[in-house]
């Protein structure tokens, strides 16, 4: 078992700490070679290290493969995919957007649910799990970093959050916007603000998980935070889109979502 979580948790950031050192050419379009076949993919930022983990089981199984990630917010990649950008898979931390994109003709098939994100409050400095959202009021809370709720599910949810608690009037004046989840936790793990409303994804991610504390917010809190992926039109028939996609329902796949704090669909 420690050398699954060690497999989950280390080899992403080893790998990401490698592409980060040798940057590699993009392909432009879908291509099959004799070798490889490329498959472009739209990831809310939420699954950065979830998809990374992912992506490394995926080519013990199908090492012809590449999967290129392009992470960011779900409303952005939204926007993009409608006005042409072109994507094979486009994962998104809200169903709403691959639903809309369905119902404009945009997708090769269905949207496929795959988990649902859950909320914390995190912290570098203080330990919310004693006071929970409470923690807000503190006067050492000056900054409190949430993802921009125009565009970004975890920012919407985390302004329902808010307002369940009768905190947003109170907070608002101190809220920074991060452009997705991601940035948002860059900027509490580097001081840019006290506290941040975070994915449970990145508070387990190795970069977070050891700078900090979190508190689990209730999911009581919030509407569930639904998230599916979609194979868009232009991949229609893809083999390597069908393969990727079947192996997000194999045992394997979920053990990795799982252990990044997603809650499954049965």
Not at 17 to 27: D, I, L, N, V, Y
Not at 45 to 72: C, E, I, K, W
Not at 136 to 156: F, T
Request: charged letters at 15%; proline letters at 6%; glycine letters at 6%.
């Amino acid at each position: 078992m420690l050398r699954l979580y060690w497999f989950l948790f280390a080899l992403p950031s080893l790998l990401l700490f490698t592409a980060c050192s040798s940057p590699q050419e993009k392909p432009t379009t879908a291509e099959s070679t004799a070798q490889t076949t490329t498959l472009r993919v739209a990831a809310a930022a939420d699954l950065r290290y979830a998809m990374d983990s992912l992506v490394v089981v995926f080519a013990t199984q199908q090492p012809n493969v590449h999967l290129d990630v392009t992470y960011g917010s779900s409303g952005k990649f939204y926007e993009q995919i409608r006005h042409g950008a072109p994507f094979e898979l486009f994962f998104s931390a809200d169903s709403d957007y691959p639903r809309q994109l369905q119902a404009q003709g945009l997708t090769a098939a269905a949207p496929v649910l795959y988990a649902q994100g859950q909320l914390v409050l995190w912290s570098k400095t203080l330990d919310p799990v004693s006071q929970g959202l409470q923690t807000l009021l503190d006067p050492r809370v000056k900054k409190i970093a949430i993802a921009n709720p125009a565009h970004a599910p975890y920012g919407k949810k985390a302004v329902e959050i808010l307002r369940h608690y009768q905190l947003y009037e109170k907070v608002q004046p101190r809220l920074v916007f991060g452009e997705n989840i991601a940035q948002t936790a860059n900027y509490a793990a580097t001081g840019a603000a006290d506290v941040g409303v975070l994915a449970l994804a990145l508070a387990l991610s190795p970069a977070l998980k050891a700078q900090g504390h979190y508190y689990l917010i209730p999911q009581q809190a919030y509407t569930p935070l639904e998230q599916s992926f979609v194979v868009l039109k232009g991949a229609a028939g893809h083999l390597a889109a069908t393969q990727f996609s079947d192996f997000l329902a194999s045992a394997p796949a979920r053990t990795v979502l799982r252990a990044y704090g997603f809650t499954l669909p049965r």
